[in-house]
Nanobody, 116 residues
């Protein structure tokens, strides 16, 4: 089992930046990929970014070129640098871990609000 704890959400102005962090604990060796999803009110949860254990990344189309995901394996952590924020980035952001076996893990979520 893997536990995920997010931090770093909050309020930003359009065009500003925020950085999210997610620390994993538990069965770390069971983690294949880590990343972020988000869910805005009335919308489905969508992929923001993923980073695999080998380092390759995958981004949702709406954040490409603005968001950067990184991973610190020594700290069992993943980060999301969000630049050029837009009001439509407003959502609850969830840390996610894809596991080799067993159900995937989710964090509790952190609110990101971007004002225009």
């Amino acid at each position: 089992q893997v536990q995920l704890v997010e931090s770093g959400g909050g309020l930003a102005q359009a065009g500003g930046s925020l950085r999210l962090s997610c620390a994993a604990s538990g069965s770390i060796l069971n983690i294949n990929a880590m990343g972020w999803y988000r869910q805005a009110p009335g919308k489905q949860r969508e992929l923001v970014a993923l980073i695999l254990s080998a380092g390759s990344t995958n981004y949702g189309d709406s954040v490409k070129g603005r968001f950067t995901i990184s991973r610190d394996n020594a700290k069992n952590s993943v980060y999301l640098q969000m630049n050029s924020l837009k009001p439509e980035d407003t959502a609850v952001y969830y840390c996610y871990a894809d596991l080799y076996w067993g159900p995937d893990s989710w964090g509790q979520g952190t609110q990101v609000t971007v004002s225009s």
